[in-house]
């Protein structure tokens, strides 16, 4: 069983920065392929990026250039360097666990279903 925790979500300004950090727990396994969505009212949740067991790194088109996502294995936390935000990045952001065998070379890495484990989410709202 795995708890996923996000944190560092808050309002900003067009062009500013956000860090989001996701501490897991409930587990000592710490390879668990992971991943950002994020979900606006009304639309379906997207991926935003993800970094499998095999540090294979993945990111949706509309963040490339501007966001980097790591893992520190160590801790068991997932961080989410957001730059360059625009108002199109305003959405509520959620941390997500693979199973403890699943890869980005079988699997679709954008498929929700795909993860067991959700965080509550943190709001990120970003102003013109």
């Known amino acids: 069983q795995v708890q996923l925790a996000e944190a560092g979500g808050g309002s900003v300004q067009t062009g500013g920065s956000l860090r989001l950090s996701c501490a897991a727990s409930?587990?000592?396994?710490?390879?668990?392929?992971m991943a950002w969505f994020r979900q606006v009212p009304g639309k379906e949740r997207e991926g935003v990026a993800g970094i499998d067991r095999d540090g294979r790194i993945k990111y949706a088109e509309a963040v490339k250039g501007r966001f980097t996502i790591s893992k520190d294995n160590t801790d068991n936390t997932l961080y989410l360097q957001m730059n360059s935000l625009k108002p199109e990045d305003t959405a509520k952001y959620y941390c997500?666990?693979?199973?403890?065998?699943?890869?980005?070379?079988?699997?679709?890495?954008?498929?929700?279903?795909?993860?067991?484990?959700w965080g509550q989410g943190t709001q990120v709202t970003v102003s013109s």
């Open positions: 409930g587990s000592t396994y710490n390879r668990y392929s």
């Open positions: 997500v666990a693979a199973g403890r065998y699943a890869d980005f070379v079988v699997a679709t890495w954008t498929r929700p279903d795909l993860y067991p484990y």
